[in-house]
Nanobody, 127 residues
């Protein structure tokens, strides 16, 4: 079982940056694709970014493309979401999620496909 722990959320002014981390103690995490999702009040979770198990393939939602970056450090069993030029509309609860995949699996942006979830971290961007 992969237990995910997120950190790095908080309050930031518009234009600022935050880096979210998604960590686990399980080395099996290297066999997992990882997605970042966010949820606005009263809405369904939406995909923000996905990174393949190898780290060689990534996906970004149009709303964050060019502002966010995703990476993973296999030595630390950690995936990062670097969020730059934050906007008030980025305010949401951010979740990381993972699923075991094969190396050639296409990136999956559907939250219901992910089997392991973190507890969520609040990101608030003030104007």
């Amino acid at each position: 079982q992969v237990h995910l722990v997120e950190s790095g959320g908080g309050l930031v002014q518009a234009g600022g940056s935050l880096r979210l981390s998604c960590s686990t103690t399980r080395s099996a995490f290297s066999e997992h694709a990882v997605g970042w999702f966010r949820q606005f009040p009263g809405q369904e979770r939406e995909v923000v970014s996905v990174i393949s198990r190898s780290g060689s393939a990534t996906y970004f939602a149009d709303s964050v493309k060019g502002r966010f970056a995703v990476s993973r450090d296999k030595t630390k069993n950690t995936v990062y979401l670097q969020m730059n030029t934050l906007k008030p509309e980025d305010t949401a609860v951010y979740y990381c999620a993972s699923k075991r995949t094969i190396l050639t699996a296409p990136l999956d942006i559907q939250p219901e496909s992910y089997t392991h979830w973190g507890q969520g971290t609040q990101v608030t961007v003030s104007s």
